[in-house]
């Protein structure tokens, strides 16, 4: 976003009154009145000549005499009924404005009333912010130039700062992560089972049924997350990941084997949304053919992650929601978005239906 400080070109003269000469009475013509000026005094403004008497207020009509005037727009004026009638007010004083003014959203104000009442301040260092800002989605505007300078929470987007984040910490794996977002981690195993036993029910009740007993989960760090994945996926955005095999005898399956990672530490509603989109990776595995589309995939994936971020009425939910609609990865971002349009007209049941094969693919997703 972007507003400008701009000035106004409005600035105060002294009238010049001179004086007619032998020299150059022949060659004086009053602007106003087209008549030579032959003796007397004359003003002199911008290369034109009046009698003092037709040098007069655009707003009044009278003489401005010998005294100082206000030129606005070609035009000139007494300077109180410029300033009183004339110049643009203040939105917040109401007091004209000469020189430097801030216009924002269609008012414009001094520069000082518009620091002191209306600027938006940093959330981060608490000055005014006069040019381009970034918002986060809690709300919290930041002066563009802190951006690279200042760390930012990896869960959030805010800047960390003992004032406004309750401080942060750093990962010895490299995430950076704020004291807001720190209060609802999940590291403990049993509380991690526990939600993702949750999360599987939840997403039975939409008909991702998903049968098998034995899925193991385990709460990794960011480098153990990237040496299981082959992906060139943005290493910040990944948070989980679904390890399977199959195991064939004879050409028939045997044994199926899925293994679930995700990322330790990550504040609870992050690691619902990461358990429903792998919990779906399985449900795809056991039901959906095996050379799937990976936008279909991952897109199914992630709408399984919306399906049980949307019941949930913390801000944390919508602000994950939000990152899923502004993704713009055309497997993860794309991807949801085509399945949740697909969710639109064939419904949860529709789209499940597609995904195993059992309906096709209508066109236009
Ligand atoms: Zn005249
Ligand atoms: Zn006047
Ligand atoms: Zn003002
Ligand atoms: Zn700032
Ligand atoms: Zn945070
Ligand atoms: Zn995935």
Same mark, same amino acid.
């Given at each position: 976003?972007?507003?400008?400080?701009?000035?106004?070109?409005?600035?105060?003269?002294?009238?010049?009154?001179?004086?007619?000469?032998?020299?150059?009475?022949?060659? $004086?013509? +009053?602007?106003? @009145? #087209?008549?030579? =000026?032959?003796?007397?005094?004359?003003?002199?403004?911008? /290369?034109?000549?009046? &009698?003092?008497?037709?040098?007069?207020?655009?707003?009044?009509?009278?003489?401005?005499?010998?005294?100082?005037?206000?030129?606005?727009?070609?035009?000139?004026?007494?300077?109180?009924?410029?300033?009183?009638?004339?110049?643009?007010?203040?939105?917040?004083?109401?007091?004209?404005?000469?020189?430097?003014?801030?216009?924002?959203?269609?008012?414009?104000?001094?520069?000082?009333?518009?620091?002191?009442?209306?600027? $938006?301040? +940093?959330?981060? @260092? #608490?000055?005014? =912010?006069?040019?381009?800002?970034?918002?986060?989605?809690? /709300?919290?505007?930041? &002066?563009?130039?802190?951006?690279?300078?200042?760390?930012?929470?990896?869960?959030?987007?805010?800047?960390?700062?003992?004032?406004?984040?309750?401080?942060?910490?750093?990962?010895?794996?490299?995430?950076?992560?704020?004291?807001?977002?720190?209060?609802?981690?999940?590291?403990?195993?049993?509380?991690?089972?526990?939600?993702?036993?949750?999360?599987?029910?939840?997403?039975?009740?939409?008909?991702?049924?998903?049968?098998?007993?034995?899925?193991?989960?385990?709460?990794?760090?960011?480098?153990?997350?990237?040496?299981?994945?082959?992906?060139?996926?943005?290493?910040?955005?990944?948070?989980?990941?679904?390890?399977?095999?199959?195991?064939?005898?004879?050409?028939?399956?045997?044994?199926?084997?899925?293994?679930?990672?995700?990322?330790?530490?990550?504040?609870?509603?992050?690691?619902?949304?990461?358990?429903?989109?792998?919990?779906?990776?399985?449900?795809?595995?056991?039901?959906?053919?095996?050379?799937?589309?990976?936008?279909?995939?991952?897109?199914?994936?992630?709408?399984?992650?919306?399906?049980?971020?949307?019941?949930?009425?913390?801000?944390?939910?919508?602000?994950?929601?939000?990152?899923?609609?502004?993704?713009?990865?055309?497997?993860?971002?794309?991807?949801?978005?085509?399945?949740?349009?697909?969710?639109?007209?064939?419904?949860?049941?529709?789209?499940?239906?597609?995904?195993?094969?059992?309906?096709?693919?209508?066109?236009?997703?």
């Amino acid at each position: 976003m972007i507003f400008s400080f701009k000035l106004i070109i409005t600035l105060s003269f002294f009238v010049i009154i001179s004086s007619v000469t032998e020299v150059n009475a022949q060659s $004086l013509t +009053c602007y106003q @009145c #087209g008549y030579s =000026i032959t003796s007397g005094s004359y003003v002199s403004v911008d /290369g034109k000549v009046f &009698h003092p008497e037709h040098f007069t207020c655009a707003y009044c009509g009278r003489s401005i005499g010998n005294t100082q005037y206000y030129k606005d727009n070609g035009n000139y004026y007494h300077p109180d009924h410029y300033k009183q009638f004339i110049a643009p007010k203040c939105a917040v004083c109401g007091q004209p404005i000469e020189g430097q003014y801030v216009e924002y959203e269609g008012k414009i104000y001094h520069k000082n009333h518009y620091e002191e009442q209306i600027a $938006l301040l +940093c959330s981060f @260092c #608490g000055l005014p =912010i006069n040019g381009t800002y970034s918002k986060t989605f809690w /709300g919290e505007s930041y &002066h563009d130039y802190h951006e690279g300078r200042v760390v930012k929470c990896d869960y959030c987007q805010r800047y960390i700062s003992d004032e406004k984040t309750a401080g942060g910490i750093r990962y010895d794996d490299g995430r950076n992560i704020c004291g807001i977002c720190l209060t609802s981690v999940i590291n403990d195993d049993n509380v991690a089972r526990h939600l993702f036993e949750e999360v599987k029910k939840e997403l039975r009740r939409y008909g991702i049924d998903i049968r098998w007993d034995e899925i193991g989960l385990y709460l990794v760090d960011r480098n153990y997350l990237s040496s299981l994945t082959d992906e060139n996926r943005v290493i910040e955005k990944q948070t989980g990941f679904t390890y399977h095999r199959f195991e064939t005898f004879r050409g028939t399956v045997r044994n199926k084997k899925f293994d679930i990672y995700i990322l330790k530490g990550i504040p609870e509603m992050e690691f619902i949304s990461t358990a429903a989109h792998e919990l779906m990776h399985v449900w795809m595995y056991l039901n959906a053919p095996y050379d799937m589309d990976k936008a279909i995939s991952e897109g199914s994936a992630n709408y399984a992650s919306y399906l049980v971020l949307k019941n949930r009425s913390l801000y944390r939910a919508k602000y994950l929601i939000d990152n899923l609609e502004k993704d713009q990865d055309y497997f993860y971002g794309d991807g949801y978005r085509r399945i949740k349009r697909l969710v639109r007209a064939k419904r949860v049941n529709g789209w499940l239906n597609i995904v195993t094969g059992k309906e096709r693919m209508p066109t236009g997703y």
